[in-house]
């Protein structure tokens, strides 16, 4: 079923979705996502909804 939306969580990491959707941020403004995303699940990411690797300084377990 290759149109599933797949989400994995990464440990001590990010949130990897694989697929199509559509994110939505606090602005209202709406961003088209296709392939692989890495989803902020610390809350240290300077790219927040992203992940931008900070977790891994801040020490993120999870
Ligand atoms: S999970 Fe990577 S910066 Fe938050």
Do not use: W
Not at 40 to 60: E, I, L, N
């Amino acid at each position: 079923m290759d149109s599933l939306l797949k989400v994995k969580v990464i440990p001590n990491g990010p949130l990897l979705v694989t697929g199509t959707f559509e994110v939505e941020k606090p602005d209202g403004e709406k961003e088209a996502r296709e392939g692989s995303t890495y989803l902020c699940r610390c809350g240290q990411s300077g790219k927040k909804p992203y992940c931008d690797g900070t977790h891994r300084k801040a020490g993120f377990e999870g």
